[in-house]
């Protein structure tokens, strides 16, 4: 692999892309992977000692814990826990939570879909909302009205999550049980998480969106449709926004980062099952298999989210499927 | 003075959550919960839905530390005796009655008849047999139940309703030992199943509810068992549980668990904050509490670093702090301790005398061993100032306040808050010059499994005169006797500063106006097996 990586220019010509894609993306999840576990190796506890020591002091027999440690590998010295655990995961194998005995595998399948669920509904709305909005300030005329509404992504990208979704308790759930405060269950529990994650989503979007906007509206080619005839509202689905609509895109994947980040406060003020609260609590406890689980499966979204981004490029856009990018 | 609940009362909470810490300081005007009206009948049916505020990771009370897993296995299965919370007794369960012989050495129990586990089979003598064997294997794993069980020699079962439990060394404690959840029953299939299936819920108790879903982060089910009969003799009513399933909900944000009990989403919060108090009670929401046996909260000097070997040091420590003035940063169910054991243990003795505050002797003390007062005002000795550092993780507000009078005399005590994972992490390592927590334990055996020099040794001291009695008070279940080697045990440690007790904790639970029948057990902990739903209007 190394030599692969390390190959001439002209050698790497001859690798096809989606090869050399996938490569990369084995090269990021590896170094993730490894990453999380010496943090957590250098950090001053270990899961065996937090995991006795729950709440209060244990009195359990030092020859006991120290038995249970080599249970885990934890007596070895760090590379060979290293290669060990990479061993293991060359067979797919990621272990088992020291907390909790559950195979990280499934405890990352069960948490996954509401996860994935919560950040896809959190995407739409702030694709309709953000876009929206930049959409409408843009074919707006200057003035108070504009520039009130160009302020909002400010506002809501500095909005923090934690007390907007509070807000939003307070309002749908608490004074009014119009909705439920906790839980995975219906669409119903859905309604208030989405929302929250999906504020400050909808603000950067509105704001790469509207500078994107502004600038293909001032591209000549516009004008010159405009002087064919063509109205604003036609300018706009069909000539504005696929252009402008390229550097979301380009942005897409640092979003779903932002939304896998986000998830981990949401889930944990609206009580839900998810890979965010997974990831909460075996940090928390220095869970070192868990962590890695977790961190490998955001990781794993993440280069899953750019692989399609990159298919889509060309199909917004017929000049990026020509000729070496 | 019941308050109704509107739905303008209840557009309040926010604003009340954003300013509660205002509040909590004002909380007189408050007016107390009015107890729970006058004996009305059970009613059977409904489901309780609980907030607790962390996954309970294992379900297993054998190998549980925590207490949200032990109050979800208190459900699901039995002990051999149960502990009257009132007088610290020890009363029948599944065991009708007991013998004890050899000098505490051998526990002969007659179990109760007709007692199945969930999946049918029968609980007998040999279920007790291999519960505790499986117990002693599980070792670290059972962190609470294994050190009940410490120095087990052997177990008889001449026939099925009689066991006979011997230990090498006389143990008091075992008794209460076997009143906790932590020593409780599980069948044959449980009992044989890898300690990780057992925490993910493959659990088949004597318990009146069975464990139907385990989801974590999420949430705990259980459902009642049917044909239930061998309730403890603590219990208000025989037969089946009275409620039809019970769901515990993980629910970390405080905020969100107040909000959730206050607009009826929950029916009982068992992780109440200090702050949330005053605003529950103003929204005639019934708050319980109890205050934990066992250890309060202490300071534990560590005499292996060369500060805390000082003895006149560690005195001047108990001297210099005024546990009285603690009280105003104390939720109103906390108190400041007046002994190492907290006043809910059995045995336990009001030590206040011992612990009077007295800033004049402590700083004379501290003169007369060479501690001058620098520029600052904090004193040191041949250049080392007298300065140590504690870590925690509690909410424990109070510690700022020994602080300032710590600091009164002379003595810099720097606080450090970390997460639980470091501050665990550091006292395992053994060097801090003091350690700082609290032990709940409904016996006072508790003294000795922290303090005994032979054992864990808190203060990594030199064995002396008191470890004797801690010894003495493990090997004689006479009250009087016992009660004698306990509070000479305490008086000791107290005077040499091996302890310096602080507050005492309580566990506050908030519950519905429709939740009847929610007690505590001796250990702070709950028991549903008599808790009931009125009808929601």
Redesign the interface.
């Known amino acids: 692999m190394n030599h692969l990586l390390l190959a001439t220019p002209k050698s790497r010509r001859r690798l096809p892309a989606s090869l050399k894609r996938a490569l990369q993306g084995i090269g990021v999840l590896w170094a993730a992977w490894s990453l999380t576990f010496f943090i957590l190796y250098i950090l001053p506890a270990d899961p065996v000692t937090i995991m006795l020591n729950q709440g209060e002091q244990s009195t359990v027999d030092a020859a006991q814990v120290a038995a249970l440690k080599a249970q885990y590998h934890l007596d070895l010295p760090v590379w060979q826990q290293y290669l060990l655990a990479l061993w293991d995961l060359l067979h797919l194998n990621l272990g088992k939570s020291i907390i909790s005995g559950d195979n990280v595998t499934d405890l990352i399948i069960q948490a996954l879909p509401a996860t994935l669920l919560l950040a896809v509904c959190a995407l739409v709305v702030a694709l309709i909302v953000g876009g929206g909005l930049a959409a409408g300030t843009s074919v707006l005329p200057s003035g108070r009205i504009k520039s009130m509404l160009l302020a909002l992504p400010s506002l809501g990208a500095a909005l923090p999550t934690f007390w907007s979704g509070l807000l939003l308790l307070q309002l749908f759930s608490f004074s009014h049980a119009w909705l439920p405060a906790m839980g995975n269950r219906g669409w119903q529990s859905l309604v208030l998480p989405t929302l929250t994650l999906a504020i400050p989503t909808a603000a950067t979007l509105a704001q790469v969106m509207s500078r994107s906007l502004a600038e293909v509206w001032r591209r000549s080619f516009i004008d010159a449709l405009r002087l064919k005839g063509a109205g604003t509202a036609r300018l706009l689905w069909r000539h504005v926004l696929p252009n402008a609509a390229i550097p979301l895109l380009t942005l897409s994947g640092m979003v779903f980062g932002h939304l896998l980040a986000g998830a981990v406060i949401t889930e944990t003020i609206f009580s839900r099952e998810g890979l965010g609260r997974l990831a909460e609590g075996a940090v928390s406890a220095q869970d070192i298999p868990l962590v890695q689980g977790v961190v490998l499966t955001a990781a794993t979204v993440f280069v899953v989210v750019n692989f399609i981004t990159d298919a889509i490029y060309p199909l917004l856009d017929p000049r990026l499927a020509t000729g070496e990018r | 003075m019941p308050v109704t609940l509107t739905?303008a009362t209840?557009?309040r909470?926010?604003l009340a959550?954003l300013v509660s810490g205002l509040l909590a300081g004002c909380d007189q005007a408050a007016s107390e919960a009015p107890a729970v009206p006058a004996k009305a009948a059970a009613q059977k049916g409904g489901n309780l839905l609980i907030a607790i505020d962390?996954?309970p990771?294992?379900l297993d009370p054998q190998q549980?530390?925590?207490?949200n897993s032990l109050n979800i296995g208190r459900q699901l299965t039995d002990s051999l005796t149960d502990q009257d919370p009132q007088t610290g007794n020890i009363v029948p369960w599944l065991a009708t009655q007991w013998q004890i012989d050899e000098g505490n050495r051998r526990f002969t129990f007659t179990l109760r008849d007709n007692v199945t586990f969930s999946d049918g089979t029968p609980f007998t003598s040999q279920s007790v047999k291999d519960n505790f064997n499986a117990i002693v294997k599980l070792?670290?794993?059972a962190?609470l139940a294994?050190?009940y069980l410490?120095g087990l020699k052997q177990i008889d079962t001449p026939d099925a309703q009689t066991v006979v439990i011997t230990f090498q060394q006389p143990n008091a404690q075992f008794l209460q030992a076997t009143s906790t959840m932590s020593l409780g029953f599980f069948a044959p299939s449980t009992v044989a199943a890898?300690?990780?299936?057992r925490?993910?819920g493959s659990l088949a108790g004597t318990g009146p509810f069975v464990l139907k879903q385990f989801?974590?982060?999420?949430?705990v089910d259980l459902v009642r068992r049917n044909g239930y009969q061998w309730p403890s003799s603590l219990a208000k009513h025989q037969g089946e549980s009275y409620l039809d399933s019970v769901e515990y909900?993980?629910?970390?944000?405080s905020?969100?668990r107040f909000?959730?009990l206050?607009?009826?989403?929950l029916d009982v919060n068992v992780g109440v904050t200090p702050q949330d108090e005053a605003l529950l009670l103003a929204k005639n929401i019934h708050l319980i509490a109890r205050t934990n046996p066992g250890l309060v909260y202490s300071l534990f000097p560590n005499q292996s670093t060369p500060l805390m070997a000082e003895a006149p040091l560690r005195q001047a420590l108990n001297l210099a702090i005024d546990r009285q003035a603690l009280k105003p940063v104390l939720s109103r169910y906390q108190s400041a301790a007046t002994s190492v054991l907290a006043k809910t243990t059995p045995l336990y003795q009001d030590l206040s005398a011992d612990l009077g505050y007295n800033p004049q002797a402590a700083e004379k003390l501290l003169e007369e061993n060479g501690w001058r007062r620098g520029a600052d005002g904090i004193r040191s000795k041949n250049g080392q100032r007298l300065s140590f550092r504690i870590s925690y993780w509690q909410s424990a507000p109070f510690i700022e306040v020994v602080q300032q009078q710590l600091h009164q005399v002379g003595i810099d005590l720097q606080l450090e808050k970390a997460?639980?994972?470091?501050v665990?992490?550091?006292?395992?390592?053994g060097k801090l010059p003091v350690d700082f927590?609290?032990?709940?334990r409904s016996d006072p055996d508790v003294l000795r499994?922290?303090f005994d020099a032979g054992?864990?040794n808190v203060n990594h001291r030199q064995p002396a005169e008191v470890d004797r009695l801690l010894l003495q008070s493990s090997e004689t279940l006479e009250k009087a006797q016992r009660q004698d080697y306990v509070t000479q045990a305490a008086k000791q440690l107290i005077a040499e500063g091996n302890a310096i007790p602080l507050v005492e904790l309580a566990t506050v639970i908030a519950t519905g106006q429709n939740v009847r029948g929610f007690h505590f057990d001796a250990s702070s902990r709950f028991q549903l097996y008599d808790t009931w739903l009125t009808a929601k209007e």
């Open positions: 739905r209840l557009r909470p926010l959550l962390t996954d990771n294992c549980a530390g925590n207490n070792g670290a794993r962190s294994s050190t410490k890898p300690a990780e299936a925490c993910q989801v974590h982060n999420q949430k909900r993980v629910i970390p944000e905020g969100v909000g959730s206050i607009s009826r989403q997460p639980i994972s470091q665990v992490a550091r006292q395992a390592g927590y609290n032990l709940t499994t922290v054992g864990r």
